[in-house]
């Protein structure tokens, strides 16, 4: 199992930054990539960001086009810890935000595809 525990949510302003936290721990060497997704209250669950790395040492990074530019998805590998960096926050974005993690590679984006998730941290902008 991979246990996944989220941090860095809060109340900021349009226009401002935030950078979530996900420390992963457990088998860690199963989670081929890591993602990030959000549900926004009355929505589905959607994709944000994810990075497919082998053995969490570089890898290759995906958006989704609503945040492509703003977000970014970075891992540390010593920490076993995975970021999002979210820069011009708009009120669109403000959701519950989740980490996640999935055997395969191939940049996956359903949330069908992923096997692990974190208790997610709440993001809210406002205008």
């Known amino acids: 199992q991979v246990q996944l525990v989220e941090s860095g949510g809060g109340l900021v302003q349009a226009g401002g930054s935030l950078r979530l936290s996900c420390a992963a721990s457990?088998?860690?060497?199963?989670?081929?990539?890591m993602g990030w997704f959000r549900q926004a209250p009355g929505k589905e669950r959607e994709f944000v960001s994810g990075?497919?790395?082998?053995?969490?040492?570089?890898?290759?990074?995906y958006y989704a086009d609503s945040v492509k530019g703003r977000f970014t998805i970075s891992i540390d590998n010593a920490k076993n810890t995975v970021y999002l960096q979210m820069n011009d926050l708009k009120p669109e974005d403000t959701a519950v935000y989740y980490c996640?993690?999935?055997?395969?590679?191939?940049?996956?984006?359903?949330?069908?595809?992923?096997?692990?998730w974190g208790q997610g941290t709440q993001v809210t902008v406002s205008s």
């Open positions: 996640t993690s999935s055997p395969r590679l191939g940049y996956p984006k359903v949330s069908e595809d992923y096997d692990y």
């Open positions: 457990g088998r860690t060497f199963s989670a081929h990539t």
């Open positions: 990075l497919s790395s082998i053995n969490w040492s570089g890898g290759v990074t």
